[in-house]
């Protein structure tokens, strides 16, 4: 199956998670089916200069996020790092995380939930 770029649904969450601003998430599924059920995200995400996504547990899920563009800085459970294109952050079960985009240009990921 291929789905096309203009059949992804793109949605505008504001001050998404408790955090600053919005964020433009585009759904690259249809819905958990297409994860074999074993997720419920598979999401491009872009966030304008001084987005954020607010710091979350993930309890029943782990979260991973694969930095496309752009300069940040990732939280990993309540640790501040700085992010930037290429690189990879992983929110295990039972773990925290957050991002803000602290850079001049968008800050875009691929961010992909999974069941634990």
Known sequence: MIRRKEACKTECREKMRGGEGSAMVTSLIAGPEELNDKG???SRISLNPGSSIGYHVHEQDAELFYFLN???VYSDNGTDVEVKA???AICETGHGHGVVNTGEDVLEFVAVIVYA
């Open 40 to 42: 419920r995200l598979f």
């Open 70 to 72: 752009g300069t940040g």
């Open 86 to 88: 290429g690189d990879v």
